[in-house]
């Protein structure tokens, strides 16, 4: 849709996950699976647009900083300004939790593409509940396609700590950004922070009541407030957790901090001439969120283990070996 730089065979994927998807459900929850693609675009007149990449010695890196990182990344860029080298400069952003990321050149060391999970039959949601622990765009686009196809959806999101996109492009003040509505209008909201909640509380009512527990946090994150998948197969053996990730566990950048354009940065997908180029807007989100909706939809009817994790560096793969 954007005249900006889109990913060749984008639409086709997420055409291809949606399909899979409706099929297993009644309710058809995706429909046109493009417009979940092109979102940024149809529910505000012009989107915020992803950063340009940044030269830096002999390449380019991508910063993707949130809103609370500037002070950080003056004071990284003082005490680094003299490294040059693009691979060493985003490694040692990573321990400040800076979201930086080396823009590389596809090459033949990438993961090979993985056949994705798909329910064998039809999946009837009706009776299941979810326990939403996502922000921004993969995971409230998988949560909400869940509770479209008939799921109950609680998002939690404390009121100190809310959805990035909550008062993103559009909102007027009041938290009602278009493209959060639209990802999130068919779900229930808790305001429960779970930095201040345990698990003999209101946090364990819940996870003993639900079926699947869908998190969008860094591993650190999920380790720190006791929301990993170990822990919580320990305390809830028959709850099933799926984890949405930047990028693969067990790979070099496993625990970095990085959103869409990061992981767009270092698939090689943006670096198509001299330069890389910056995408019309995050599109590993939507791709990985009708990927972890697929996902979910074969956990919950025991075609997929019941903890899984799906990466947005997985979710374009397939782009990227095309």
């Known amino acids: 849709m954007s005249a900006r730089w889109l990913p060749a065979g984008l639409h086709d994927l997420a055409v291809a996950h949606g399909a899979v998807i409706d099929a297993a459900c009644s309710a058809s929850p ?18 915020t647009r992803p950063a340009e990449p940044v030269p830096w010695g002999d390449g380019f890196v991508s910063v993707d900083l949130g809103p609370d990182d500037a002070s950080t990344w003056e004071s990284f860029r003082a005490v680094a300004t003299d490294d040059r080298d693009p691979e060493s400069f985003a490694t040692r952003a990573q321990v400040w939790r800076l979201p930086v990321v080396p823009y590389r050149r596809r090459g033949s060391s990438q993961a090979p593409v993985t056949n994705s999970p798909a329910p064998s039959g039809t999946v009837d949601l009706r009776g299941v509940t979810v326990v939403d622990l996502t922000s921004m765009w993969a995971g409230p686009l998988c949560t909400e396609l869940l509770a479209r196809a008939g799921a109950a959806v609680l998002k939690i999101e404390p009121a100190s700590r809310p959805d990035g996109l909550r008062f993103g492009d559009g909102d007027d003040g009041g938290g ?33 009541s639900a079926d699947l527990v869908v998190t969008s946090l860094s591993n650190r994150a999920l ?10 197969s320990e305390g809830y053996p028959d709850l099933r957790t799926l984890a949405i990730t930047a990028f693969d566990i067990g790979s070099p950048e496993a625990d970095w901090v990085a959103y869409g354009t990061g992981v767009h940065a270092a698939s090689g997908l943006g670096w198509t001439a001299e330069c890389p180029v910056a995408p019309a807007f995050s599109y590993p989100d939507p791709i990985a969120g009708l990927l972890a909706c697929r996902t979910a939809l074969a956990q919950l009817s025991g075609d997929a283990p019941p903890h899984a994790r799906v990466s947005l560096a997985e979710a374009i793969r397939p782009l990227a070996a095309a």
Request: charged letters at 30%; proline letters at 5%.
């Open 30 to 47: 995706v429909g046109d699976a493009s417009r979940w693609v092109d979102l940024p675009e149809l529910v505000v007149e012009e989107p």
């Open 176 to 208: 009602r950004a278009p493209m959060f509505i639209e990802l999130n209008r068919s779900k229930d909201v808790l305001d429960l922070d779970l930095r201040h909640c345990s698990h003999g509380g209101e946090l364990g009512r819940i996870l003993r």
């Open 223 to 232: 380790t720190n407030l006791g929301v990993d998948a170990a822990t919580l």
